[in-house]
């Protein structure tokens, strides 16, 4: 199971420079791995939208809807 550490460290990213995709594509990642796939798939999507030119999110995107 994510550490309650990380979902904290990746939200205080985002607080930091609400603008950085990859603070999102990682949050959304841990999301994932905690089993919680409707915020993974939001954090993905508040990447993209940020930047995307991002091929690291553009492909975890697909790699969520293929789930």
Request: hydrophobic letters at 45%; proline letters at 3%; zero cysteines.
């Amino acid at each position: 199971m994510i550490s309650a550490v990380f979902f904290r460290t990746f939200n205080e990213a985002i607080q930091l420079s609400p603008n950085n995709a990859t603070g999102y594509l990682w949050l959304s990642k841990a999301f994932f791995k905690g089993g919680d796939y409707m915020k993974a798939l939001q954090s993905v999507k508040n990447a993209i939208q940020i930047d995307p030119t991002n091929i690291n999110a553009q492909s975890f995107f697909m790699e969520l809807m293929s789930k």
